[in-house]
């Protein structure tokens, strides 16, 4: 972008004509000028605030548009701050700005490096020189930010060299702190380039999004409190998950408590499953490993058999299952019979809400809270200029109290994610040094993907941290940012981060939303294509379903964007989408794995069965089709026998084994008829037919067309 350019240096003002400028001093001292960074004199028509008026501030109240005229100079010169440059040496910050006269409308970039004693800033050969500390020049950039609680307070068992490298501004390492609105889009596009993440102090006001107003509503409901308050009020510090699951619509589908600090279980019980509980749903207990039942399923096996929403998986078959990752419990979930030791976690603090719903706003506040989030990615998208595609349409949630934090992770489909605090202190940590294809610590895990090991380290505020750890944190080359209510950051999500919730400012509420940046292909640009063997395609609303022979199994393909969303292991030769409903697609596998699957969610399938467990035939699956009404869907295999599944959902999703048939000649394609009362197969062999069978037994008589001859069809 062009603000990273090298930029001109100021000439100097001529002696003749003015006297050199000593440092280029601010106007005024006292009554004029400073006084414990804050403006005390407004006899000046420029205001002594380095916020430049870019189109976007034009359109606030006066009294802010007063607040961010540029800051003025002596011999009638102004200065814009754009940014703040930070790097891993003491020495490598930069401050990005512009320097004009107040009479003309031209302004002239300059680079401005602080001093060795941090008192004032000047370019490379000293002919603008601001006299200004960082504290005083952030005091006057951000006039209105919170400055409390400090670092020390909010992460009290961190290596306290990171406050020192951070000095007062809100991020130390490698980054941008960004105070021009203007330049929002230039710095997002530069994230994929390992720059480091770019924090916006103030940036809900200063970018007039939506957030500003659920700061407001959030601060008088939570200040002094914790979520187990909020959601805990009547249940005297015995809060279970099952009753946080009732209490909080806004945990949805997807959202999940982190329940990698429970201490206590209760109401522990031994359950037996005689057959596979296809309707239970099962979500992770830490952040990517154990399993805590989610849902039921009305009537279903789990719930005949004792199991509750909300209970920990503590072993099956007795063995241990707390640190096994989802894949593998689900996997032993298979080995029937299956016994279960079973127990419902006692919540307590901290508490950490994820991946919510904006539900958990109105929760938390009121529902005026939630309806303002509903602008938000419509504000950020204007603000980009149409250049990003959203990947969702809300954001999710994350409320977390003191002391709670994620792990150390990559995303599996890495983008430009944003970030805005609505409430307390969020402590995020990026290491830029280290892409989605660099060199990863061990302890870092990528999202969405099997750990080869149990590690999953999460970095707290409130405890004592492993010494290997804590350097980690205070090295040059991992950026810590401390983010305030009504902050906005944005990061790359192939970067090893995580967050973590500060202390002394109650529960940190958190909005979080990912998107890409489109960029211009010129022709000859694309190249390294991959060639790779295709099983089958299909279309899921405006993005392409793609089952490829070398993985990930199905990819979900955004062919706008080029952009690959998310993967679903295995080998599927035939997915198809629901003729109903664009977001549900069904897949079968050579190996007999049926699958029903949101495609707009990586982690939940409405069922995924082994169906070769049901009769060792029901395996080499090659086809699949849908009927019209989305209820049945038929099967083909390579020994050329047809299969047909009924399938219920909802609350009860039940999938039923209908009747089958051994077709004896080579069968090529099935298709329903449109109004769904015949199904339709083509078979080869001398000659080729047509097979028509009654959509709801393939066992009653059929009717069938013989190639190259004539037929008159009667319903």
């Not at 950026?479 to 919730?501: E, K, Q, T, Y």
Request: hydrophobic share 40%.
């Amino acid at each position: 972008m062009s603000a990273l350019l090298p930029l001109p240096a100021v000439p100097a003002v001529p002696a003749a004509a003015t006297p050199q400028l000593p440092a280029a001093r601010l106007r005024g001292t006292t009554p004029g000028g400073i006084n414990g960074g804050r403006v005390v004199d407004s006899r000046w028509p420029q205001a002594l605030v380095t916020l430049a008026l870019g189109p976007l501030r034009r359109r606030l109240r006066s009294s802010t548009a007063r607040k961010a005229m540029p800051l003025e100079l002596e011999n009638q010169l102004k200065l814009k701050v754009i940014m703040l440059q930070r790097g891993d040496t003491a020495e490598s910050d930069v401050m990005l700005a512009e320097v004009g006269n107040p009479d003309e409308d031209t302004w002239k970039p300059v680079r401005l490096k602080p001093s060795e004693d941090k008192t004032s800033w000047s370019d490379a050969d000293s002919s603008v020189v601001l006299q200004m500390s960082e504290a005083q020049l952030l005091q006057k950039l951000c006039p209105q930010r919170e400055s409390s609680p400090s670092f020390r307070a909010s992460a009290p068992y961190w290596p306290q060299i990171i406050s020192q490298q951070m000095g007062p501004w809100p991020l130390k390492g490698p980054g941008t702190v960004l105070f021009e609105p203007n330049r929002l889009l230039d710095v997002a596009k530069e994230l994929r380039n390992g720059t480091g993440p770019v924090v916006i102090p103030g940036g809900a006001q200063e970018l007039q999004l939506p957030t500003s107003d659920v700061v407001d509503l959030l601060f008088p409901c939570l200040m002094g409190s914790s979520l187990a308050d909020v959601f805990g009020e009547d249940s005297q510090g015995q809060l279970t998950y099952q009753e946080l699951l009732e209490s909080c619509p806004g945990l949805g589908d997807v959202g999940a408590a982190d329940l990698s600090r429970v201490e206590r279980l209760t109401d522990g019980r031994v359950v037996t499953f005689e057959q596979k509980p296809f309707n239970m749903e099962c979500m992770s207990r830490r952040w990517s490993r154990g399993a805590v039942i989610r849902k039921l399923g009305k009537n279903g096996v789990a719930e005949t058999a004792g199991c509750k929403a909300g209970d920990i998986i503590v072993t099956i078959n007795g063995e241990a299952v707390l640190n096994a990752t989802l894949a593998d419990v689900e996997e032993r979930l298979e080995q029937l019979p299956a016994q279960l030791e079973v127990g419902q976690p006692v919540l307590q603090e901290p508490l950490y809400l994820r991946e919510a719903t904006t539900d958990l706003l109105t929760s938390l506040a009121d529902v005026e809270a939630t309806e303002a989030v509903e602008e938000l990615l419509p504000r950020v998208s204007q603000l980009m200029e149409g250049q990003a595609s959203m990947s969702d349409k809300l954001p999710q949630v994350f409320a977390g109290d003191g002391g709670s934090a994620s792990h150390v992770h990559v995303d599996s489909t890495p983008m430009v994610q944003m970030c805005h605090v609505v409430h307390g202190v969020k402590i995020f940590g990026v290491d830029s040094s280290a892409g989605a294809s660099g060199d990863l610590k061990p302890w870092v895990t990528r999202w969405g993907s099997p750990a080869s090991t149990e590690a999953e380290v999460a970095l707290p505020v409130d405890v004592d941290l492993d010494q290997e750890y804590a350097a980690w944190l205070a090295s040059r080359e991992t950026s810590i940012a401390m983010c305030r209510a009504g902050d906005v950051m944005l990061f790359w999500g192939g970067n090893p981060h995580f967050g973590s919730n500060g202390m002394g400012a109650g529960p940190c509420v958190a909005l979080f939303h990912g998107f890409e940046l489109r960029q211009n292909v010129e022709k000859g640009a694309v190249e390294g294509f991959k060639r790779c063997s295709i099983y089958a395609m299909d279309w899921t609303g405006d993005k392409l379903l793609v089952a490829a022979k070398d993985g990930p199994g199905i990819r979900l393909q955004d062919v706008e964007r080029g952009v690959e969303e998310r993967t679903w292991s295995g080998e599927w030769m035939s997915i198809r989408t629901d003729p109903n409903n664009p977001f549900v697609a069904a897949a079968v596998a050579w190996n007999g794995k049926f699958k029903l699957f949101d495609t707009r969610q990586a982690s939940q399938s409405v069922f995924d069965v082994d169906l070769k467990k049901t009769s060792p035939s029901m395996r080499d699956f090659l086809y699949l089709c849908w009927s019209p009404d989305s209820k049945n869907i038929a099967l083909s295999n390579r020994n050329d026998q047809i299969y047909l599944l009924g399938l219920k959902k909802g609350e009860s999703n039940c999938l039923r084994l209908g009747s089958s048939k051994n077709m004896n000649m080579e069968v090529n394609q099935m298709v329903y008829s449109p109004s769904g009362d015949s199904l339709w197969v083509a078979t080869g062999g001398n000659p080729g037919k047509l097979h028509i069978f009654p959509s709801d037994s393939l066992q009653k008589p059929e009717r069938s067309v013989t190639a190259h001859n004539w037929v008159t069809w009667q319903h």
